[in-house]
């Protein structure tokens, strides 16, 4: 048995009580911080903050154009999507292992939107070897909410914006909240400033977060919290599915649906204080520094015990055997009802990808990139699993490698 779920809470039971206490904080830490050349802006969630950042440009530019991978996460595509017009939306070529662009087919755009996956930078070598044939005018922006490692807030030094979630899975991680840095140099100075203005004065007048808001949030994390992270109760739970013969895919996929840990619509909200209490104190590099240290130790053995065809074919992007910094252990099959079927059956739960989509409009490649985004799955997180268990997973994934080539 591997007694693990499909997610993971960076967070001990003192830290999960720390999140429940701080709403009562009568004091308001300021969501607003400059560091050197970069300015720091925290948002009720990252959703929010690029909802916020889009329509400040598309209220300057009517006709806004922007450039951006193929593939988002679900709010961040449809906010894309509520202010950009279709056919001024140019995807990014990327390569078929999905980590590196390898072509840019217009450069006049506004806005260029990079979002990494699979908790690993994109590699933008390409673009930053272009960077002098876009217009000055273009703001580079990423999503790196499953980028790299957070000690560098940016992933290269042509980006302009760096969003992050602090979500109840993510890292830095605050059960709740977002993070925006903002540089002021290099690309249109002056424009950005403006936008920190903008941002800084829209957050402020969105509808607040009550204190009550945010302790009822937290409360309702517990039974996550325990399905995630708790051992005893994750081998209890597998053990009355076994017994009662309870389809643990079908479980595991309208739990996740049902509670994702954020809010997909009406997320414009000004934070509550124990909400920015909370973000400024993932922030910390102690705090955020420990969960990466365990995602690098996990994911590091986990990658030595499969098998080369193995990892080459169903972990396409990780090529460098770099460790991936994210909960979720996601991976590519070409048969997924299949695959499916043959974990479900050894009562190990695994679920079709619940995250990433490709836009809903035709553009380049969208079958392409639509097949690809239905090979994904999400296998057991390796954040909580022993040594024994992981070198369990990468043995049933070598051996179903080797069967069904």
């Known amino acids: 048995m591997i007694s693990a779920a499909l997610d993971y809470l960076p967070v001990s039971f003192k830290d999960y009580l720390y999140h429940l206490v701080v709403p009562f904080n009568i004091k308001r830490p300021s969501n607003y911080l400059k560091e050197q050349d970069v300015h720091q802006l925290l948002g009720y969630s990252c959703r929010s903050l690029f909802d916020t950042i889009m329509r400040y440009y598309s209220e300057r530019n009517n006709n806004l154009k922007i450039l951006t991978t193929p593939i988002h996460h679900t709010s961040f595509r449809n906010i894309i999507e509520k202010y950009v017009k279709p056919e001024n939306v140019f995807i990014l070529d990327v390569n078929e292992r999905y980590n590196s662009i390898t072509g840019i087919p217009n450069y006049d755009v506004d806005l260029c939107v990079i979002t990494h996956l699979f908790g690993q930078d994109m590699n933008c070598n390409f673009i930053k070897e272009n960077i002098d ?232 490649n969208k079958e392409q990139y639509e097949n690809f985004n239905n090979t994904l799955v999400y296998l057991p997180s390796l954040a909580i699993m022993t040594d024994t268990e992981i070198t369990y997973l990468a043995i049933l994934l070598n051996n179903y490698y080797s069967k069904n080539k």
Not at 183 to 207: G, H, P, Q
């Open 133 to 364: 044939n876009f217009p000055f005018r273009t703001i580079f922006i990423e999503d790196r909410v499953q980028g790299g490692s957070f000690d560098s807030k940016f992933s290269n030094n042509f980006m302009d914006i760096s969003l992050y979630s602090t979500g109840m899975d993510k890292k830095p991680c605050g059960l709740g909240g977002g993070v925006a840095f903002i540089k002021d140099i290099n690309t249109y100075e002056k424009e950005l400033c403006n936008l920190v203005t903008y941002s800084k004065i829209a957050i402020d007048n969105y509808i607040g977060e009550f204190f009550w808001h945010r302790i009822w949030f937290i409360m309702k994390k517990f039974p996550t919290f325990l399905l995630y992270n708790c051992k005893w109760f994750i081998s209890l739970i597998l053990w009355i599915f076994s017994v009662f013969k309870i389809d643990l895919h079908s479980f595991a996929s309208k739990y996740r649906k049902s509670n994702p840990g954020f809010e997909h619509n009406d997320f414009n909200r000004n934070p509550s204080n124990g909400t920015l209490t909370s973000i400024r104190n993932a922030l910390l590099p102690v705090n955020y520094k420990k969960i990466e240290e365990l995602y690098t130790e996990k994911s590091t053995l986990f990658f030595s015990k499969l098998k080369a065809n193995t990892k080459y074919k169903m972990f396409l992007w990780n090529t460098n055997d770099k460790p991936l910094l994210t909960p979720y252990n996601t991976m590519s099959v070409q048969n997924r009802e299949q695959f499916i079927d043959y974990f479900n059956n050894l009562n190990i739960p695994i679920i079709e990808n619940p995250t990433y989509k490709t836009f809903n409009f035709p553009h380049t």
